[in-house]
């Protein structure tokens, strides 16, 4: 099964979990939100929401004026 990040398709086996997903990316663990089919996935959830045949969208937060 595979997933889409910010429009790049990927296939790992097995699946990521949405944390794991963040790690091998290399994405900083702060200032980012992961939404998966449209519905942000809460920090605290990252660890059991597997993103399977899914969209997966991270926004960086930036401080802004």
Known sequence: MGFTV???PHEW???PT???L???LG???RGIA???DGAVVPRGRW???VPADAVVEVVTAVQGG
């Open 6 to 8: 910010n429009g790049e």
């Open 13 to 15: 086996d097995p699946q």
């Open 18 to 20: 949405v944390g794991v």
């Open 22 to 24: 963040v790690e091998r």
């Open 27 to 29: 994405l900083p663990d």
């Open 34 to 36: 992961v939404a998966v």
């Open 47 to 49: 660890d059991s929401v």
